[in-house]
């Protein structure tokens, strides 16, 4: 199915383009945000919204018979979501704290999943107009002015080179801190970068860094579409045992701790795999 899961993305970017420029003329105009604050304190603004209004019927239209579940749709829509064989996941504006901060680092996530496995993923900067893309079996790519570059994980450190670690730029603690001690430990020297969003994940799938820990949870439109622009670059996202996530097959959509690693994945785990072990604080 690689090529016409791979035949819909050149629709899925466009639907993208679109709901960004919505993103982008609230985000310009401050007065328009209207922010919001959810029942679990995240916040919601005019422009998450907005993007759900482009990309959901978008997506109907595109795919009819494929069900989208959305973090800003009711989730008592999705009851009977355990029997798709397929769907779409989106975020609609991933990073709106970074959107209220006004750092530039949100983006839109979109991707499809079937059989429990994302098999086509969107993640598009609406700041920078660049789109991360790929589908199952057809490689990734990272898109700019209609231009489409190849993305390839970073080969892994030689010795003596420093290990790129990027983490999140609002999810930190004392098991990160323990990630890059045992890399620095076992490993060699670590370079560390913080950035918002989803862009960490692609950040690994273009090789500007080598691994993305994340501890404490995410929801499943956070990582889908990444995962699947990571896998084809060559790298990889897993859980603390070194599966693959899945997708749409639990009662609930949160996710647990990950690592997203772009070559050997084998060497990185066991400096994951400790850390993850610690409570969130110490």
């Known amino acids: 199915m ?9 629709a899925v970017v466009a639907l993208a383009e679109k709901a960004g420029r919505d993103i982008m003329a609230i985000y310009r105009d401050e007065s328009r945000w209207d922010v919001q604050h959810k029942e679990d304190s995240s916040p919601l603004t005019a422009a998450d919204l907005a993007s759900n209004r482009v990309l959901v019927p978008g997506l109907h239209a595109l795919t009819p018979d494929i069900p989208v579940i959305s973090e800003e749709c009711d989730e008592s829509n999705f009851a009977d979501r355990l029997s798709w064989p397929r769907c779409w996941l989106v975020d609609p504006l991933d990073g709106t704290k970074e959107f209220i901060a006004r750092n530039d680092e949100f983006s839109i996530n979109i991707a499809l999943v079937e059989n429990h496995e994302a098999v086509l993923g969107v993640v598009y900067s609406p700041v920078t107009q660049i789109a ?11 898109q700019k002015d209609g231009v489409s570059t190849p993305l390839h994980a970073a080969r892994f450190p030689q010795a003596g080179e420093a290990y790129r670690v990027v983490a999140s730029r609002r999810h930190r603690g004392a098991r ?6 045992n890399v620095s430990r076992n490993m060699g020297p670590v370079e560390l970068a913080l950035a918002g969003s989803a862009f960490k994940i692609c950040a690994v799938a273009e090789g500007e860094a080598h691994a993305y820990p994340r501890f404490g949870p995410t929801m499943e439109w956070d990582t889908a579409a990444g995962q699947v622009v990571v896998e084809e670059a060559g ?3 897993v859980d603390a045992k070194g599966r693959p996530f899945r997708y749409n097959q639990r009662a609930t959509l949160l996710n647990g701790s990950f690592l997203v690693a772009g070559n050997n994945l084998p060497a990185w785990l ?3 795999q400790t850390a993850e072990k610690l409570p969130p604080l110490r």
Do not use: K, Q
């Open 132 to 142: 991360y893309m790929a589908a199952r079996g057809a490689g990734a790519f990272r």
């Open 176 to 181: 990160d801190l323990a990630f890059c001690e």
């Open 2 to 10: 690689s090529e016409s899961w791979a035949a819909l993305l050149p």
């Open 270 to 272: 066991p400096a994951w």
């Open 235 to 237: 790298g990889a996202l």
